[in-house]
């Protein structure tokens, strides 16, 4: 079949197209309704169907012969480990966490956060939560303990299952102190915390509350799968919105699984018994698509890696995990390839590995730069694909179809929409715009299975955010336009999320952030081109009056309180003190312009602006103060 054909299947007959599709699971009650629309007004998938997402990703492949076959590769160059689990060993290991999380008291539709660097048994926990129909809130290891907070309260774990340490490059980070301190800040408390020992560092336990990852499991005995509705929650994913709060996006059973599998030979033309790597970190959308349960549910073989493309120990690190154990298709985001790059710019390393193996290239999370994709394109002759989507889609919205028919790539586009997703690009007013011309990149209802059915415990962000400013259509905070032929490009966010290294920020949040220091009177946030990371956030801060400390010194400050409540991996790592901040005469400030500047491109100063000499000052700010394009590398 082609893509086109397949693609107009898809939006023709949506219900024929994906009752087929989920027939290749095994449900445990096969659906028959397969849209339906529930009391929210939301399209919803397979109401009716009874599955369990743990059973489909392990127990189903033990049963039908796959128990020897490896499940997942632990990786770990920052730890010197390499562990394999076959199907059978990860079934019984998730079976045995289940139950000791059951004994705690977790139960169907109970939340756990799961907070942990990128070990196995973070995947075990999360299969643990699906065994029992519990819903787990995975939290990025590299976030602080004011974002968990946020997350622990809005959540409500009943337990929170983490580690004594992560292992970045050559530091141990304690994580437990970090928790303690979020649980500390929580008015929400957890009944029990379960914590890994990593030899690398001991976690103290607070009797009563915490219990160790080896004692858990001592005194439990693995339980079964228990069936949930399709439309019951699998977990909750928190992302950066456009202001205040991240939003829990959550994402339910049946029509995850359906998608995800579909995904997998669709989109990565990956099949059962294949080996699969995504090398990105549980904590994101990638790592619970395709980390844990898109290759899982496929009977693939997965590698979770605990380590980074470059100094770990070098920038060959990635073609040494391919060639090692035939990894057939990789996964990762740009800013992974442009570090390799830099590090590597003519191409050696890959030259002393064995990669026959490997078929494709898939990137995601940010845009694919072409000069990136070039280089790729160039050293390996293979297809480079590069796919557009979002935590909200939980699976590609536009991609190069490599399972049902590969089409020429064109640097700088996602190539065509995924079926399933009826993308249409939508001037102001919601008028659909011709070919060429840039809009909003909007979806229009019903959503496909996958994407998410609502926001947690606050339905009305859900609408306010995504449905209302174009009813009729989902909208994606994605700017872009299709091509003649029907390419799509996507240019970036029309709001202020920002993306940092595949990182997903707002700069609305960090806003909030440097705006409590105490010395701060306003600020503004703003992403700026960064090399190697794609984005970066600056904050330009106003001291209040009357403030003494040097400007130095608040500057240093709002850097260690960002890394201290939202995490070092929000890379603020410039503050400016400034005089005074580009406004309209209505007191707007104009961000717009801030990062136009800092990226060295033309802009005109609006008519409303209170005062245009505030912009030659700021440039001179930057230029003084090396900020983006007036760094010495340029930015
Ligand atoms: N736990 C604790 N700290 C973490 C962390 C984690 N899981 N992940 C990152 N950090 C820290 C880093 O140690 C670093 O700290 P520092 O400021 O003290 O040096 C900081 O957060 C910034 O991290 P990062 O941007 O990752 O910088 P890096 O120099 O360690 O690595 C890249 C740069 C480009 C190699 C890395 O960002 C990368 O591999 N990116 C790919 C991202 C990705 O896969 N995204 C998922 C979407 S598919
Ligand atoms: P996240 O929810 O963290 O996956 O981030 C989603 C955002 O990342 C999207 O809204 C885009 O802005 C950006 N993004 C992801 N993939 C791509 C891509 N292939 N091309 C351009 N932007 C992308």
Redesign the pocket.
């Known amino acids: 079949m082609s893509y086109q054909e397949e693609y107009r299947r898809s939006l023709d007959n949506p219900e024929g197209f994906w009752r087929d599709k989920a027939g290749a699971l095994a449900w445990y009650k096969q659906p028959e309704t397969i849209l339906a629309t529930d009391e929210n007004g939301v399209a919803r998938w397979f109401v009716d169907g009874e599955l369990n997402t743990c059973y489909l990703a392990l127990d189903v492949h033990v049963e039908q012969g796959r128990g020897e076959q490896t499940a997942l590769i632990y990786d770990s160059p920052v730890t010197s480990t390499q562990r394999r689990y076959t199907y059978a060993e990860l079934r019984d290991e998730v079976a045995v966490f289940a139950g000791a999380l059951a004994q705690l008291g977790v139960g169907r539709g109970d939340r756990v956060l799961i907070y942990m660097p990128m070990v196995p048994e973070a995947a075990i926990a999360m299969l643990a939560c699906a065994r029992l129909g519990a819903v787990h809130s995975v939290v990025f290891g590299g976030f602080a303990p004011g974002e968990l907070k946020v997350r622990i309260d809005d959540a409500e774990p009943v337990v929170i299952v983490s580690a004594s340490c992560g292992v970045e490059v050559g530091r141990v980070i304690p994580y437990k102190p970090l928790l303690d301190a979020a649980i500390e800040l929580a008015q929400h408390k957890p009944g029990h915390c379960i914590i890994l020992q990593r030899e690398q560092a001991q976690a103290d336990l607070l009797p009563g509350r915490d219990l160790s990852w080896s004692e858990a499991v001592a005194g439990a005995t693995g339980v079964d799968c228990v069936p949930v509705l399709a439309t019951d929650p699998l977990y909750i994913l928190y ?1 950066s919105g456009t202001t205040g709060a991240p939003k829990g996006i959550v994402r339910d059973n049946g029509g995850h699984a359906v998608a995800l599998h579909y995904s997998m030979k669709a989109i990565y033309d990956i099949d059962p018994g294949d080996v699969f790597w995504a090398a990105s970190d549980v904590g ?3 790592g619970h698509s395709y980390i844990v349960y898109g290759p899982l549910i496929a009977g693939c073989t997965t590698v979770l890696y605990e380590g980074k493309p470059v100094k770990t120990p070098d920038a060959g690190a990635f073609w040494r995990v391919i060639a090692e154990y035939g990894v057939k298709a990789i996964f990762s985001a740009p800013t992974a390839f442009r570090a390799i790059r830099k590090e590597d710019p003519a191409g050696k390393l890959p030259g002393k590995y064995d990669l026959s193996g490997l078929k494709t290239l898939f ?6 730069d072409p000069p990136t994709y070039e280089w790729l394109r160039e050293l390996f002759r293979r297809p480079v694909v ?7 889609t939980g699976w590609a919205i536009a991609a190069n179809m490599m399972g049902i028919e590969a089409v020429p790539t064109k640097p700088g586009s ?1 190539s065509y929409p995924v079926p399933g997703y009826d993308v249409r690009i939508l001037d102001a007013e919601g008028n659909e715009l011709p070919a060429g011309e840039q809009g909003a990149i909007a979806i229009k209802l019903p959503l496909p299975p996958g994407c998410f059915p609502t926001i947690w415990r606050d339905h009305e962000r859900f609408v306010s955010g995504y449905l209302e400013q174009f009813p009729g259509y989902y909208v ?3 700017g872009g336009y299709f091509d003649e032929d029907g390419y799509l490009f ?1 240019m ?2 029309t709001d202020d ?1 920002i ?1 940092v290294a ?3 920020l707002s700069t609305g949040e960090l806003e909030e952030v440097v705006g409590s220091h105490p010395a701060v009177a306003e600020c503004a946030v703003i992403g700026i081109v960064d090399s190697l990371r794609g984005q970066i956030p600056v904050a330009l801060v106003c001291l209040k009056d009357g403030v003494e400390t040097p400007a130095s010194t608040v500057e240093a400050e709002v850097v260690q309180l960002v890394r201290d409540t939202t995490g070092a991996v929000a890379c603020l790592r410039q503050t400016l003190v400034v005089g005074r901040l580009p406004k309209t005469r209505s007191g707007k400030i104009l961000r717009g312009i801030l990062h136009k500047i800092a990226d060295g491109e033309p802009y005109r100063a609006p008519s409303t602006i209170d005062d245009p000499v505030v912009l030659d000052e700021l440039t001179e700010l930057m230029r003084q103060r090396g900020v983006g394009c007036f760094a010495p590398d340029g930015g």
């Not at 990137?363 to 694919?368: D, K, M, S």
């Not at 590069?386 to 909200?392: A, P, R």
């Open positions: 992302t994101w959308v990638v990137l995601a999370g940010e845009r694919l590069d796919h557009w989507w979002q935590t909200e996602a994606s905070g994605d996507v970036g966010r999320v993306n595949g990182h997903r």
